[in-house]
Structure formats: structure tokens, C-alpha cells
């Protein structure tokens, strides 16, 4: 993975919030680099409610990360 | 999903902790797209302790950036 | 549920940990509204220390957000 | 349980971190206050150790709260 | 391990997630020191969703304080 | 256990890493004060690649906060 991360600015909260489900991704991906296995777990998180609140708080996490780093949006308001 | 989150200012705590709610459901929309799987895994978390109290952990998260966004509503106080 | 968080002020600590409490179940009650469930679910998880330790854990999340909130009740040491 | 909070300051970091472990077990009690159920929970998640781990989680959400509320100790280092 | 920590500080906000990610390692070596041990688990958590969204949410915490550390990169946006 | 944590200040961020794997650790000790039950557990949570992730994710929270007390070690930069 090269440049995948050249800013945590972004131009609306929304797009805040996509960059936090960005990062939550990459680290399951740095550590599974494998997308057979990655694509093998899918169907599986995706049907348990316990996984994907779990994905959800990592999002969570980031997001706070991304919102401070754009001052929260705050001209925006 | 466009344009569901234009900003993190609200005009109350309560509508805050809101928006902190929302902030924590898309995460799960966005990981697991499909409505009627969600509407499966439903009946069966919301019968869950663990998934109840997690699903309050993602708002807690969410809650502490949403409050900062707004000064903690120190103007209302 | 209507006007339950008017502010996130304080006059003691102690309040503002009574406060997180409050926060922490919330959610709860939001992303399940059946309170029969959740009496049905209640015995269960106060026999779980699991799930105590994981609702400790939201208590304290949400009481970081209220000591922010109230500067830490400096005044009053 | 009566004023057992009265402020978050406390002389040494080593205090910030007692007052952090009460702060974690507090909503244990509040959320099961039958001490004969939680002394019958207690050998069962000292055996544990995800329970202690878990734990200590929620310790370390505290003490950060605690360390801000004291300056984190400066004036002593 | 001897100096594997120099500095907090990265050019880029995609080495620090690189520094993220190491940071959550790190103390999975310092609890299993033995290096077969951990080869041994490898393979178990790299197929467990579970297990990888939980390392995604302890590099959301390092990611956290590295992105603090250098001042969310801002000079580079 | 008396005197065990003078001060946050730490001389590297490597020696603030340390620190920080010792805040996660004494909650463990308060919560089970017996040595022998915490070496019977030990071997089975060394294996147990949820816990090591767990035991990281408190350290990464207690690291966050020895970073914040040393200024991030800027003047090392």
C-alpha cells in the first residue's frame, strides 16, 4: 500500500467519517495481507452483530482522531 | 448514504448524544450494506447484554467528540 | 425520552459520575426499547461480571467526557 | 454510597492510580448492588484473565481522566 | 529490545500509522517473548475476524496519540 | 506495593513504552493480589492471542497518557 494516507484533512465531516472507516481498514489488512483470506472472513463478521459493533468502535476511535485534525469542521457551522 | 452528517454542532446535549447514536449505527451500515441482514442480526443483539452495552461503548466514543465539537454546551449552562 | 440531558455540569464529582452512569444507559435503552427486555436481560448481566466490567468501562468513557465538561471540578479542591 | 468522591486531586500519581481502581469498581456497585452477588462473582473473574485484563482497561480509562484533573503530577517531577 | 522508539515523530501521516501499528505489536512481544509462541498464534488470529478488528482497534488508540504527537501533520495539508 | 510510580516523566518514549506496559500490569495485580493464582494464569493467556491483543490495548491507553505527561518528548525530536 503506497500514498494511501497523504492527509487526514478532509472537506466535510462526512468525508472525515469515510477516512475513519479507511483507517479502521488498514490495519486488518496490514495484518491479513492476504485478500483470499481477508474475502474468506467477510461473509462471516458481516452476520455477527458482536464483529460489527466491534468494527464500529474502532471507526469510532479514528473518527475522534480525523475530527480533531480538522478542527472539527468548525467554519463549516 | 449522501449528505447524512452536513455537521457536529447541535443545538443540545441531548441532540448531541443523537448524533452520537447515528454516528455509531452507519459504521455498521456501511460494513454490512445489506438492510435485511441487519434487520436479521436485530431481534438477535438487541436480546444481547454484551452487544447492548458494546453498542453503548461506540456511543460513548462518539458522544466525547461530538461534545468537544460544541464546547460541551458550556453556553447553556 | 425527552429533555434528559439538559447540561453536562455538575456540581460534584460524584454527580458527574452519577451523570456517566445515566449516559452509559441510555444507549441501552435507545437501541433497546422494550424495557420488558431489558428486565428480562437485567438478571443475566448482573451476574456477569464480563458484562459489569464492560459496563465499568463505558462509565468511564462517558465520565472522562462530564470531568472535561466540568474542568475537572477544579474549584472545589 | 455517600460522598466518595469529593475531588479527582490527589498528592502522588500513585494515589491518581488507587483513586482510578476505585473509580473502575464503583460501577460495578452501582450496576450490581447486591455485595453478596458480586463477592460470589469475585473468585470466579480472579481466575480469569481476560476478565483482568478487561480490568485494568477500564483502570487505564481512569487514570487518564485522573492524570489531566492533576496536571499530571509536573510539579513533582 | 533496544531502541525501537527514538522519537514519536514521522514525515508522513501514513509512517505514523506505520508507527501505530508497530507500537500495538511491541507489547504483544513484551507479553510473549517467545517468538515461537507467537508464530504458533499467528495464523489462529490472522483467520479470526475478531481478532484482527481488535489489533485494528488498539492501533486506532496508538494512531491516536502519534497523530497528537505531530500535530495531525498539518503543515503538509 | 509502595512507591511504585514516582512520577510519568520518562527520559524516551521507549522508557514511557515501559511505563506503560507497568500501569496495565499493576491493575492485574490489585484485582488479583495472589502471585500464584496470576502464574497459573499466565501460561494460558501468553497463548491466548485475544488476550495479548487486549493486554496491548490497555497499554496503548495508559501509553497515550504517559505521552501526554511528557509533552510527547518533543525536545527529543
Known amino acids: 500500500m503506497v500514498n494511501w494516507l497523504p492527509t487526514l484533512k478532509t ?4 468525508e472525515g467519517y469515510d477516512l475513519a472507516v479507511k483507517l479502521a ?4 489488512k496490514l495484518t491479513q495481507p492476504d ?3 481477508r474475502d ?3 461473509p462471516e463478521y458481516a452476520e455477527d452483530s ?3 459493533i466491534a468494527v464500529s468502535q474502532v471507526v469510532a476511535t479514528h473518527f ?6 480538522n478542527g472539527y469542521w468548525q ?3
Open 75 to 77: 467554519d463549516r457551522t
Open 11 to 14: 472537506t466535510t465531516p462526512e
Open 64 to 69: 475522534a482522531t480525523v475530527a480533531v485534525a
Open 40 to 42: 474468506r472472513l467477510r
Open 50 to 52: 458482536g464483529a460489527l
Open 35 to 37: 485478500a483470499d483470506a
Open 25 to 28: 481498514r488498514v490495519a486488518v
